[in-house]
T-cell receptor, first 112, second 115 residues
């Protein structure tokens, strides 16, 4: 069965500092992994995805994610956080028939 | 940039009433999905739809739910007799095709409140 876990309900970081939002996955077969961001009262916006190739994936708004097969992780990172990055972040894995399995979400708070 | 749209943004209804949530997927997309997110919980898959039929549905998607593509642009989710526990944010999503590389594009959601 496909699943993802986001072990942190909330991540707090100061503006300008690097941020990491953690995600681990469990899949049968090759993992197809995604990150989405949700701003208040908005839908899910696609940030980036890993399908194959380089383990470091670059996405929107300066975000990147590192795929680590041995640790079954796909952590979201950004070198320098902005206050405007404050939002809810979801990791997802593609399952059969292209349905997505989402993690429980991590609330990112970036303080000025 | 094309995007998925959903109406209404908010819906309040009485328990037992029927509701229809509407979505307009991205125009050249062929695969459509509904997800829901109960407040404070994760986003859950409900149903996928392709070629005018359901491809897959979750155990949440019982006989009270139905989906339809009534014309070339709309994709609807109907809940026949709403229950309190149907209160959630409902997201529509679409993809152009189903190779594994495809990203799903999500609408802004409809927040449904059942009283």
């Amino acid at each position: 069965a496909q699943s993802v876990a986001q072990p942190e309900d909330q991540v707090n970081v100061a503006e300008g500092n690097p941020l990491t939002v953690k995600c681990t996955y469990s899949v049968s077969g090759n993992p197809y992994l995604f990150w989405y961001v949700q701003y208040p009262n908005r839908g899910l916006q696609f940030l980036l995805k890993y399908i194959t190739g380089d383990n470091l994936v670059k996405g929107s708004y300066g975000f990147e994610a590192e795929f680590n097969k041995s640790q079954t992780s796909f952590h979201l990172k950004k070198p320098s956080a902005l206050v405007s990055d404050s939002a809810l972040y979801f990791c997802a894995v593609r399952g059969n028939f292209n349905k997505f399995y989402f993690g429980s979400g991590t609330k990112l708070n970036v303080k000025p | 940039e094309p995007e998925v749209t959903q109406t209404p943004s908010h819906q309040v209804t009485q328990m037992g009433q029927e509701v229809i949530l509407r979505c307009v997927p991205i125009s050249n997309h062929l695969y459509f999905y509904w997800y829901r997110q109960i407040l404070g919980q994760k986003v859950e898959f409900l149903v996928s739809f392709y070629n005018n039929e359901i491809s897959e549905k979750s155990e949440i998607f019982d006989d009270q739910f139905s989906v339809e593509r009534p014309d070339g642009s709309n994709f609807t989710l109907k809940i026949r007799s709403t229950k309190l526990e149907d209160s959630a944010m409902y997201f529509c999503a679409s993809t152009r095709q189903v190779p594994s590389q495809e990203t799903q594009y999500f609408g802004p959601g409809t927040r449904l409140l059942v009283l």
